[in-house]
């Protein structure tokens, strides 16, 4: 899906639940000049996510979806990115797992952010996983999204390293330093 130079920026909407420093980080990268994402779009399943803020403060849409009735929600979702011509998706601690006939609708451009080295330890609670398994290394993956759970193909890492008594917020603190870095050059890779 490469941009070819002097096209336009590609409309993206980004998918979040909670906090949104992924999205804060995502939205400073996609003012750049050179960036390929233009965010048109901020979509969250809950009105709590603390990350909705910075639809305010940056002037981007934003849409509040509930997802008790996922295939309802699903359909509503796709009715928007439609209207608004998205054609990327980033997902920044978005806590819903796609259907497969969501995620057909736009292949090969739904991307996520995880806080491990995939393939270990898909899921939650990564960080406590890898200190009790006594890991030397941990860090974040970012991947293509299918319909099972950070399983899509790998489009970049980092590896950080694990010290003597680093503790889960020590360790979860280190690598969002290095995802804020890594999830703009993940998607300079890929457009
Ligand atoms: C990040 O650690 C991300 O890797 C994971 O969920 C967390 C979201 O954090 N998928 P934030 O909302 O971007 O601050």
Redesign the pocket.
């Known amino acids: 899906m490469k941009r070819s130079l002097g096209n336009k920026k590609i409309s993206t909407a980004v998918f979040?639940?909670?906090?949104?420093?992924?999205?804060?980080?995502l939205i400073n990268f996609s003012k750049k000049k050179k960036s390929p994402i233009h965010i048109k779009l901020i979509v969250s399943n809950t009105k709590k996510?603390?990350?909705l803020k910075y639809a305010n403060i940056n002037k981007i849409p934003k849409k509040i979806i509930n997802f008790k009735k996922k295939f309802q929600a699903e359909t509503r979702i796709l009715n928007i990115l439609n209207n608004k011509k998205i054609n990327f998706i980033c997902?920044?601690?978005?806590?819903i797992v796609f259907s497969k006939k969501f995620i057909n609708k736009f292949p090969g451009k739904i991307i996520?952010?995880?806080?491990s080295l995939l393939p270990k330890y898909k899921g939650l609670n990564?960080h406590i996983r890898a200190l009790k398994n006594n890991e030397k290394f941990s860090g974040?993956t970012v991947h293509y999204v299918n319909s099972n759970i950070d399983s899509g193909k790998i489009i970049l890492q980092k590896k950080v390293k694990i010290i003597k008594n680093e503790t889960v917020s020590s360790l979860?603190k280190k690598?969002?330093k290095e995802?804020?870095k890594l999830y703009p050059k993940a998607i300079n890779k890929i457009l």
């Open positions: 979040i639940s909670g906090r949104g420093s992924n999205l804060k980080s996510a603390i990350g997902l920044a601690g978005f806590m996520n952010i995880h806080p990564t974040c979860s690598i969002l995802e804020h």
